[in-house]
């Protein structure tokens, strides 16, 4: 009888209660989670909705029509459709390895105490702050068919003949643009490895080496291991930013020459505010969304299996 | 005999070891090269005059440098120079603006998330940081409805309200990880003294965490600054632009002016440089701790 009472008393309090409880928490994160409803919960709401109706080009919503699925037939019925996607794919992928391989480098380069470190750490790091509208327009003068610097440079290395015409060209065009975009991104990886780089035990990497471990099997068996984690974040980060990447291609070629270097998100763009075709366009972003969302559960998997490491502890 | 294997040992060590190194200088190098090679061509391109820009092959070094675009650019008496200043201004305000309500939104945020176990906690928390996967073109038509409906078209309130939201994951995830490292018994033991939940936060708490508000400061501004799409989907009227897209306006109206463009988009990039020069060691170490303790 009085172990029942005492179960009763010290019952674990149900999800509502604790929530009760804690309601001043609540308060706290608050004003972040209504931003965040106003601004993200209710437009995701809105393109579901938008890419299963034919809405007018004037954006007016009381006229618009129920029509299922036809956007996304729409959609894989164009011919543009799987040029798009493998320009992605391509964009995708090898912007996100260049980067990460050239900020692995860096990081491992950069880790190492000598006199300049921080200076250059600081001069690597500028490409990442430095405005991708920036970034576009001085690549596209450098670029340029007839004045640009690399062109010419390669001209007097002898390296060419001619000035190669890089963005105009359809062949060059996309490989053009990944370098731009290499450039702009390797850093963000820099800071992130060299950051997991700190985490990797001094003593471990000194028992290796009076193992006879030699400095690539270091690298490997004990550094490497060490930074699967961040690896992890840092290239779906990568992927995701890379993936909805938009302002290097729009400005330096808009999509062309002749579809080159059209990726999903200029394709987005130009099918809402170009051809005000809002339905198509929506459902383009239902199925960019639906993609997104896989990247993501994998990145809050990699996120919080450190998370739950940090709480054991 | 064993003396002789552990020299010879030692000279193998250093042999290789010398390798890896040289190796990682002569890459350093190469990487430094590309990293400055675009960012030293747009400033000699500024100081060049359009004909002499217009050259084959190019003034690798200008023959008569001029400041002649900056003075343009920074002229309040002409038309360029007003367009100018005024996207410049605009750009200032919206950036400065969002950072502010950026920090006051995620310090709470991130404390809370840091310090209380209340239910939902985790589920809201990957809830803010999957913000990051997030297409800002998927947001686009409908947040264009949405400040259509507010009255916020052609204002920068949209764009704040915009800013805030995509700088914010990441501020909270910043922040989140310098409460992580303050020790919970410096709050407990001014709640002894006598101080309320918050006097603790705002007193110790939060001068313990100034490194990291200055980190989230420093990201929003930069990407507030930066942003190219909403103020370019947003913004149609041209006082209101801020200086992406003013320097898109510059650029489709004056084609063949490279050293006027290079020059416009110099001054853009120096506020941002010059504030994260000054401040990356904050943020270095703020992304470390956010990055590594998760």
Redesign the interface.
């Given at each position: 009888m009085r172990g029942r009472q005492l179960d009763e008393v010290y019952r674990k309090p149900n999800?509502a209660e604790?929530?009760w409880q804690?309601r001043a928490?609540?308060?706290?994160?608050m004003?972040?989670?209504v931003?965040?409803l106003?601004?993200?919960a209710?437009?995701?709401y809105?393109?579901i909705e938008?890419s299963f109706f034919k809405t007018p080009p004037s954006?007016q919503?009381k006229d618009k029509i129920f029509i299922g699925f036809d956007n996304y037939t729409t959609i894989l019925g164009q011919a543009s459709f799987w040029k798009v996607t493998v320009n992605t794919l391509i964009w995708t992928f090898f912007s996100t390895l260049f980067a990460f391989v050239?900020g692995l480098?860096?990081a491992?380069?950069?880790h190492?105490e000598f006199v300049g470190r921080a200076f250059?750490?600081?001069?690597?790091?500028?490409?990442w702050?430095?405005?991708?509208?920036?970034?576009s327009?001085?690549?596209k003068?450098?670029y340029?068919s007839?004045?640009g610097?690399i062109g010419?440079l390669m001209?007097?290395l002898g390296v060419t003949d001619q000035?190669i015409n890089f963005i105009d060209n359809t062949t060059t065009a996309l490989p053009s643009l990944i370098v731009i975009n290499v450039?702009k991104e390797?850093s963000f990886a820099m800071?992130?490895l060299?950051?997991?780089l700190?985490?990797v035990p001094e003593q471990l990497l000194r028992a290796a080496?009076v193992d006879g471990a030699?400095?690539w099997q270091r690298f490997w068996h004990v550094t490497f291991p060490h930074l699967a984690?961040?690896s992890t974040?840092t290239i779906l980060?990568l992927l995701?930013t890379n993936?909805?990447s938009?302002?290097i291609p729009w400005?330096t070629t808009g999509g062309g020459p002749a579809g080159a270097t059209d990726i999903w998100?200029t394709q987005?763009?130009q099918l809402?505010?170009g051809r005000q075709r809002?339905g198509v366009?929506?459902a383009y972003?239902v199925l960019?969304?639906l993609i997104?969302?896989t990247?993501?559960y994998f990145?809050?998997r990699a996120?919080?299996r450190?998370?739950d490491k940090?709480e054991v502890a | 005999m064993s003396t002789l294997t552990a020299s010879q040992d030692r000279a193998v060590?250093r042999t290789?070891?010398d390798?890896?190194r040289w190796g990682?200088?002569l890459?350093?190098v190469f990487?430094?090269g590309?990293?400055?090679?675009?960012?030293a061509?747009?400033l000699i391109?500024s100081l060049k005059t359009g004909f002499a820009?217009?050259?084959?092959?190019?003034q690798w070094w200008p023959t008569e440098p001029t400041l002649d675009n900056y003075w343009r650019l920074l002229d309040p008496r002409g038309q360029v120079g007003q367009d100018f200043l005024r996207y410049f201004g605009n750009s200032v305000w919206v950036s400065v603006a969002t950072t502010v309500l950026a920090v006051?939104?995620?310090v709470?945020?991130a404390?809370?998330?840091s310090r209380?176990?209340?239910?939902?906690r985790?589920f809201?928390f990957?809830?803010?940081?999957?913000?990051?996967?997030?297409?800002?073109?998927?947001?686009?038509?409908?947040?264009?409805?949405?400040m259509r409906w507010l009255g916020l078209v052609n204002t920068h309130g949209s764009l704040i309200?915009?800013y805030?939201?995509f700088g914010?994951p990441l501020a909270?995830w910043l922040l989140k990880g310098f409460y992580?490292n303050i020790p919970i018994q410096l709050e407990q033991a001014a709640r002894i003294d006598g101080a309320t939940r918050f006097q603790a936060f705002f007193y110790i708490v939060m001068p313990l965490s100034t490194p990291g508000i200055i980190a989230t400061s420093i990201y929003s501004f930069?990407g507030a600054?930066?942003e190219?799409?909403y103020a370019y989907?947003f913004l149609t009227r041209h006082d209101q632009m801020t200086?992406?897209v003013g320097?898109?306006r510059f650029?489709s109206e004056n084609a063949t002016d490279?050293p006027g463009?290079?020059a416009a988009?110099f001054l853009?990039?120096v506020p941002?440089?010059v504030l994260?020069?000054v401040l990356?060691r904050y943020f270095?170490r703020a992304?470390?701790?956010g990055?590594?303790?998760?």
């Open positions: 999800v604790r929530a804690s928490d609540y308060l706290y994160v004003p972040a989670i931003v965040m106003v601004v993200i209710y437009p995701v809105y393109t938008l954006l919503l050239l480098g860096a491992l380069a950069l190492r250059l750490r600081a001069i690597l790091l500028i490409p702050v430095v405005s991708a509208v920036a970034a327009y001085v690549w003068w450098m340029h007839d004045f610097a010419a001209v007097q000035p450039w390797f800071i992130m060299m950051a997991g700190q985490t080496k030699n400095a984690g961040v974040v980060l995701v993936f909805n938009f302002i400005l998100i987005i763009y809402a505010f809002w366009a929506a972003s960019l969304f997104m969302m990247l993501g990145y809050v996120l919080s450190g998370d940090r | 060590a290789s070891f390798g890896w990682g200088r890459f350093l990487l430094v590309f990293t400055v090679m675009p960012m061509w747009m391109t820009a217009m050259q084959y092959p190019p006051v939104v995620a709470p945020a404390y809370a998330f209380f176990r209340f239910p939902g985790t809201l990957f809830a803010v940081l999957l913000r990051n996967m997030f297409p800002a073109v998927i947001f686009l038509v409908p947040l264009f409805i949405l309200l915009t805030l939201t914010l909270i992580d930069i600054w930066n190219y799409i989907t200086l992406p320097i898109q650029f490279w463009l290079m988009t853009m990039s941002v440089v994260f020069l990356q270095v992304l470390a701790e990055a590594v303790k998760h």
